[in-house]
């Protein structure tokens, strides 16, 4: 596929793109993404380019991070659309690498993060972690970024990133950003996409009840009691299954008991289905400063 001014497919015109970059002395932000691109996305580009000379952008649905019964088939892929938003930041180059390249064959090699990943959605998505370890890796590799953004709406995701670079002495700065939010304080997700415009409408209790469960928390509820309120009152906003509502250590995803001001900081991280979409969110729970 050919080049238009903005957007390359090949690892070779990245490591170009890359070599002159560091030859010149420039920094380098990189901003992975599975395209499909909103504010969320578009806020780390931002924040890439206020802090570094050169942006790279990757567009990539991943297929080692989808479960055979997931949506990678259908997951939203729109890079003309993409690339029109990208347009609008001039240092930012978008790296659309193609999957049976990024895989070629034989690929056999894996990531594996222990520890972190056994918890929240790491127990319900058996490959998730491995495949987002894995493309991060290659990335980082492939990129040499001086900086790599990502948001806290993948609150587990961006500590297993700073694990692996930390563990495998990546030389980069890994950023996590706020979450954006529409309006109505629903979490910026490409799969916002699926909502009927009924669960759209259902959809920011999510945010609000994780909210409401970090204040009871706050105020000395017991966290298991703040949890199991959490989990019937999405049922009762017509939230078809409820994954996990788990108040944990943003450190390092152990459970809380309770939480005080001696407590280390915390957060409510929920994972509930609207149909056969599944939505997560996360929010502080912190009662100190
Ligand atoms: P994805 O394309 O969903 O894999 O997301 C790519 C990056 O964008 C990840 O680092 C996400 O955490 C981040 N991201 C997704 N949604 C948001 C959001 N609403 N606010 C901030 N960052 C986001």
């Known amino acids: 596929m050919g080049s238009s001014p903005g957007s390359i497919y090949t690892l070779t015109e990245l490591r170009e793109n890359v070599v002159t970059w560091r030859a010149n002395g420039e920094q380098i932000g990189l901003v992975p993404t599975m395209g499909a691109l909103h504010d969320g996305h578009l806020s780390l580009v931002q924040r890439a380019i206020s802090e570094c000379d050169r942006v790279v952008v990757t567009i990539f ?3 080692k991070q989808f479960g055979p019964t997931e949506d990678l088939e259908t997951y939203p892929r729109d890079n003309k659309s993409d690339l029109q938003k990208l347009a609008a930041f001039d240092t930012a180059l978008a790296y659309i690498p193609d999957a049976t390249k990024m895989y070629g064959p ?30 991060v890796t290659k990335l980082l590799i492939q990129s040499l ?3 790599a953004y990502f ?9 297993v990133i700073r694990r692996l670079a ?6 980069v700065d890994i950023i996590g950003c706020p979450v954006i939010r529409e309006p109505d304080g629903l979490a910026f997700s490409s799969r916002n996409a699926y909502l009927s415009t009924r669960d759209r409408i259902t959809a920011p209790a999510l945010f609000k009840i994780l909210q409401q469960t970090a204040e009871r928390a706050k105020a000395g509820e017991p966290c298991r009691a703040a949890e199991a309120w959490a989990k019937n009152e999405l049922i009762q906003r017509g939230f078809t299954k409820v994954e996990y509502v788990d108040i944990r250590r943003e450190e390092t995803l152990e459970s809380l008991d309770m939480i005080n001001e001696r407590s280390p900081r915390a957060r409510v991280f929920g ?5 056969t979409t599944r939505l997560i969110d996360n929010v502080t729970a912190t009662s100190h400063g």
């Open 61 to 63: 649905v991943n297929p």
């Open 106 to 135: 034989g690929f056999s090699t894996r990531v594996e993060v222990d520890g972190l990943t056994e918890h929240l959605c790491g127990k319900l998505r058996p490959n998730f972690f491995s495949g987002v370890a894995t493309i």
């Open 166 to 171: 930390t563990d495998l002495d990546i030389s």
């Open 271 to 275: 994972a509930a289905y609207l149909g």
């Open 145 to 147: 970024p001086d900086r």
């Open 151 to 159: 948001g806290d709406k993948d609150f587990q995701q961006l500590l």
